[in-house]
């Protein structure tokens, strides 16, 4: 069974209502059975398709996976790239800024982490927390030494928007296939995630007091996350809004996102020219007829 994933896609400049957008859809699964056997199906398809796209060394890849705490980004990379050769898989997750990263422009710290050709980037979380958790608490910006007048109003996000526009429009010149995920969970499902992690000792780790205090700020960063998307999803840098409320589900709509992506970009092993096609053939000869 396959999910029109085309549904979930924000297209470049629509207005975006998050509470209009459902955080759980039809099961494209009817049993866990069959997830995992769609799942192992993904992951057999992905992991073929990578060793062609590390081969092929024309493309470069990066999937951005942001969304609120618990909605499930660890463990959609987890299964959904269990297959990948470590290889040719990068996977980078940003937290609070040190002072180095603080003294250079906001795009900075993960420009350094963009995925070489014939590799696949990973950012969980990404430079769209600089106009998401930045602007839901704007005091962020002063840790940032921009100067006063170059961050004063509305006008620093409208800008920051274009910087990413360009930078991403610039990578996709360049050979880099930008995939952005937003994992949509509602407050209720989040708050039940809440408590599992509390009640399961081997899942306190995964807690923290901090993730409450941003629960508290759940309306703004809705409102964050709609004018992101409204200014930041285009035709080559899309933004696609995934229903989490059942991580399965979320999974496998991610996993059939990344197949469709590479399968489209007609990746081939590289071909050898005739002279080394001649140099094999010596090789081989001569491989043949060694003696012990």
């Not at 590799?119 to 006063?148: C, K, T, W």
């Not at 050898?272 to 010596?282: G, I």
Request: hydrophobic share 40%; charged share 30%; aromatic share 10%.
């Amino acid at each position: 069974m396959r999910f029109d994933h085309d549904a979930l896609r924000i297209r470049e400049g629509e207005e975006v209502d998050l509470a209009g957008c459902p955080t759980l859809v039809d099961l494209v699964y009817s049993s866990k059975q069959e997830y995992r056997e769609m799942l192992a199906d993904h992951v057999e398809q992905l992991s073929k398709l990578q060793q062609v796209h590390y081969a092929d060394n024309r493309y470069a890849l990066l999937l951005i996976f942001q969304a609120m705490d618990a909605a499930g980004k660890d463990g959609i990379i987890r299964h959904v790239m269990s297959g990948i050769n470590p290889q040719g898989c990068q996977v980078f997750s940003f937290k609070h800024p040190s002072a180095e990263e603080l003294d250079h422009d906001f795009l900075w710290r993960s420009n350094r982490c963009l995925p070489e050709r014939g590799r696949i980037g990973i950012f969980n979380r990404s430079y769209y927390e600089e106009v998401l958790i930045v602007r839901v608490h704007p005091e962020i910006l002063a840790m940032q030494g921009v100067p006063d007048r170059l961050i004063n109003g509305k006008k620093v996000w409208e800008e920051r928007y274009q910087s990413i526009v360009a930078m991403e429009n610039h990578l996709y010149r360049n050979g880099t296939r930008i995939i952005k995920f937003f994992l949509h969970l509602s407050r209720e499902e989040q708050r039940k995630r809440f408590l599992a992690r509390i009640d399961a000792p081997e899942k306190n780790w995964k807690f923290s007091v901090a993730d409450i205090k941003e629960r508290k700020y759940w309306k703004h960063y809705m409102q964050a996350y709609e004018a992101c998307f409204r200014a930041t999803s285009t035709k080559h840098a899309p933004w696609y809004v995934v229903p989490a409320d059942d991580k399965q589900n979320a999974r496998l709509i991610v996993s059939q996102i990344i197949v469709h992506t590479l399968t489209e970009l007609g990746l081939s092993y590289p071909s050898a020219s005739e002279e080394r096609l001649k140099e094999l053939a010596d090789i081989r000869h001569s491989l043949m007829n060694e003696r012990g």
